[in-house]
């Protein structure tokens, strides 16, 4: 199982970003696929999910109404849309994989490497 994150950089505030998340390994019509966020100093943080049947999960109400998650199944990738950035979104993202479901009692079990994101003017 291997996930790659990608579409991090600099971008400022009120702009946007398209991360990227390829899967290998992982069969999206049984895992569910996070994203999460630790920005410096801070804990790691659940962002959003995408479950297996396409329902969507946010962990952290502060971007609802500003990023959008969206799979291709084509592909394997999932997309992390983030528009209307805050100074506050700065953070290294992740995506993450989960059997069955973005909530439960199983942990986010496999990690890709993270992507650096930068909201700055």
Do not use: H
Not at 29 to 53: L, M, N
Not at 58 to 84: P, W
Not at 94 to 102: H, L, T
């Amino acid at each position: 199982v291997q996930l790659q994150a990608s579409g991090g950089g600099l971008v400022q505030p009120g702009g946007s970003l398209n991360l990227s998340c390829i899967t290998s390994g992982v069969d999206l019509d049984y895992y569910a696929i996070g994203w999460f966020r630790q920005a410096p100093g801070k804990e790691r943080e659940g962002v959003i999910c995408i479950s297996e049947t396409e329902a969507v999960t946010f962990f952290e109400e502060s971007v609802r109404g500003r990023f959008t998650i969206f799979r291709d199944k084509a592909t394997r990738t999932v997309y992390l849309q983030m528009d209307t950035l805050r100074p506050e979104d700065t953070a290294v993202y992740y995506c993450a994989s989960r059997f069955w479901g973005c909530t439960g009692t199983g942990p986010f079990d496999s990690w890709g490497q993270g992507t650096l994101v930068t909201v700055s003017s």
